[in-house]
């Protein structure tokens, strides 16, 4: 169904706005109604709805931009391993196979590719200027911090980011992982919470 949807949202024919717009509408009620069991299928969601907005296809921005921005809204808003951050127009997708995928929507394309975590991604948030990101993954235990801004290392290691810093985190929050979430309290620390309480508070490496 998903890949079906994405053929139809690229279509480049003339007169197929409204079809465009269908399938990523499509997209977005399964979302609604499936939620937490659809995970695994995030990354093809987020490539589905964010092609429409490639600036170097303006055929496929026709009549789509504001029905993409809109899907990627609400699968924000229902998954804590997702996060947009709109300083720098960049969108943290965490998989199930515990990478954290970074997106320009300024290009529609996939800016870093964060490899560390062994299991699943279960939250993840960046800080608010967009420059650093915390992932946590309950199956391996582990809060990660990422340095996320354009300068630095990035400009040497191409599409691969670099972990900065492996925190170990002792409770089990394994049961009802879509409970979890990460919040920035300051420019310098996040909390973890778990159905809304608040496991522990970390601090970001210097």
């Keep these: 169904f998903c890949s ?8 480049l024919e003339p007169g197929m706005e409204r079809t465009r717009r269908a399938a990523i509408s499509a997209i977005v009620s399964l979302v609604r109604m499936r939620g937490a069991s659809l995970e695994a299928e995030l990354p093809l969601f987020v490539d589905t709805v964010m092609t429409p907005l ?12 504001s029905v993409s921005t809109a899907a990627l809204r609400e699968l924000v808003r229902r998954y804590p391993m997702m996060h947009f ?13 515990g990478v954290v995928l970074l997106y320009d ?8 590719i964060l490899q560390g975590h062994q299991r699943a991604i279960s939250a993840l948030s960046f800080s608010a ?8 993954s309950a199956g391996d235990r582990t809060l990660r911090w990422w340095l996320a801004g354009s300068n630095g290392l990035f400009g040497f290691i191409g ?13 089990d929050l394994t049961s009802d ?3 979890t979430t990460l919040e ?3 420019p310098t620390c996040v909390a973890l919470s778990h159905r809304k309480e608040i496991v522990g508070f970390f601090a970001k490496p210097v």
């Design 129 to 136: 200027a967009g420059d650093w990101v915390a992932s946590y």
């Design 159 to 171: 599409l691969q980011g670099s972990c900065q810093e492996v925190v170990q985190v002792a409770t």
């Design 177 to 179: 992982e879509s409970a």
């Design 4 to 11: 079906a949807m994405g053929e139809q949202a690229v279509l």
């Design 54 to 65: 490639d600036p170097s296809v303006p055929q496929l921005r026709v009549g789509s931009l």
């Design 85 to 97: 951050n709109h300083p720098t127009q960049r969108l943290a997708v965490g998989t199930v196979d």
């Design 184 to 186: 920035w309290t300051s």
């Design 105 to 112: 929507l300024r290009t529609a394309t996939k800016w870093r």
